[in-house]
């Protein structure tokens, strides 16, 4: 088993900033493909960044190119989500999640490839 906890989420103005993070509980982490997704009252979870093991390789979804950074630090079991120039339409609850040990990052909005989710932390950008 791994849990993930996700913390930093919060209320800000539009153009503000946050950074999320994600704690996992075990050590084999560092071998696995790591994925931030998002859910909005009424929408379906998408996609939205994710991260290979070795953090050398990153995704993400058209919305948030040029305005997200994903990021990890394996020796902490910790992925981050920095997200800068937030805009009302990124209000919703975001849940980091794992793939299988040793799994890379292809099709990496594909939610059925990550076995573990965390319960999710709510961002809420005002206008």
């Known amino acids: 088993q791994v849990q993930l906890v996700e913390s930093g989420g919060g209320s800000v103005q539009a153009g503000g900033s946050l950074r999320l993070s994600c704690v996992a509980s075990?050590?084999?982490?560092?071998?696995?493909?790591m994925g931030w997704f998002r859910q909005a009252p009424g929408k379906e979870r998408e996609g939205v960044a994710a991260?290979?093991?070795?953090?050398?390789?990153?995704y993400y979804t058209d919305s948030v190119k040029g305005r997200f950074t994903i990021s990890r630090d394996n020796a902490k079991n910790t992925m981050y989500l920095q997200m800068n120039s937030l805009k009302p339409e990124d209000t919703a609850m975001y849940h980091c999640?794992?793939?299988?040990?040793?799994?890379?990052?292809?099709?990496?909005?594909?939610?059925?490839?990550?076995?573990?989710w965390g319960q999710g932390t709510q961002v809420t950008v005002s206008s």
């Open positions: 999640a794992a793939r299988p040990d040793g799994w890379w990052c292809n099709s990496w909005s594909r939610q059925s490839d990550y076995n573990y």
């Open positions: 075990r050590n084999t982490y560092s071998r696995r493909c």
């Open positions: 991260i290979s093991a070795d953090g050398f390789s990153t």
